[in-house]
T-cell receptor, first 115, second 110 residues
Framework: GAGVSQSPSNKVTEKGKDVELRCDPI?????LYWYRQSLGQGLEFLIY????????KSGLPSDRFSAERTGGSVSTLTIQRTQQEDSAVYLC?????????????FGSGTRLTVV | GQQLNQSPQSMFIQEGEDVSMNCTSS?????WLWYKQDPGEGPVLLIA?????ELTSNGRLTAQFGITRKDSFLNISASIPSDVGIYFC??????????FGQGTRLTINP
């Protein structure tokens, strides 16, 4: 597509439930990133996929968080047994390659609220 | 890991004033980028810098890649209401992923 598409745009879930957030990157972009932005805060790196390489999971805050990228395109971020501190905006970005000479293109994010 | 210190954290200015914000790093970067985030949206790239000492303008925006490769600044001249938002710096070393600053929240009083 023309831009990075994320769904849903908003998600309200009960504490303890699992959620799945979807990211559809720009066609042809081989690198995909997930970031978390808590209220009024900066961008916290979560996970990075580059082509067929093993993902960089160094930013995942706990084992309740996981992500996969199928067929080198769409990615799903899964949060199991959600907690209130998981409430944040989850941003996905993609870039043409790992060098990202033109920076990342971000989606509009999924606003997750855990009640 | 690498850390970026972005300042100020927030700014409250009058319309028409000039704005300056900067980022410093403990590491050397070979790319500096500046993003703007509007409410409810993802960050959008404003300016990209690839060479130490480079000074680049984009309309009323001017950004510089510091000579030491450890800092960058962004200036906005003659601010207007649509400049409101959060500005992020980002840096990259080699083929590593971008590292982002904590953001500068700009508020403009008409």
């Amino acid at each position: 597509g023309a831009g990075v598409s994320q769904s849903p745009s908003n998600k309200v879930t009960e504490k303890g439930k699992d959620v799945e957030l979807r990211c559809d990157p720009i066609s042809g972009h081989t690198a995909l990133y997930w970031y978390r932005q808590s209220l009024g805060q900066g961008l916290e790196f979560l996970i990075y996929f580059q082509g067929n390489s093993a993902p960089d999971k160094s930013g995942l805050p706990s084992d309740r968080f996981s992500a996969e990228r199928t067929g080198g395109s769409v990615s799903t971020l899964t949060i199991q047994r959600t907690q209130q501190e998981d409430s944040a905006v989850y941003l996905c970005a993609s870039s043409r390659d790992s060098l990202a000479n033109y920076g990342y293109t971000f989606g509009s994010g999924t606003r997750l609220t855990v009640v | 890991g690498q850390q970026l210190n972005q300042s100020p954290q927030s700014m409250f200015i009058q319309e028409g004033e000039d704005v300056s914000m900067n980022c410093t790093s403990s590491s050397i970067f070979n790319t500096w980028l500046w993003y703007k985030q509007d409410p409810g949206e993802g960050p959008v790239l404003l300016i990209a810098l690839y060479k130490a000492g480079e000074l680049t303008s984009n309309g009323r925006l001017t950004a510089q890649f510091g000579i030491t490769r450890k800092d960058s600044f962004l200036n906005i001249s003659a601010s207007i209401p649509s400049d409101v938002g959060i500005y992020f710096c980002a840096g990259r070393e080699g083929a590593q992923k971008l590292v982002f600053g904590q953001g500068t929240r700009l508020t403009i009083n008409p």
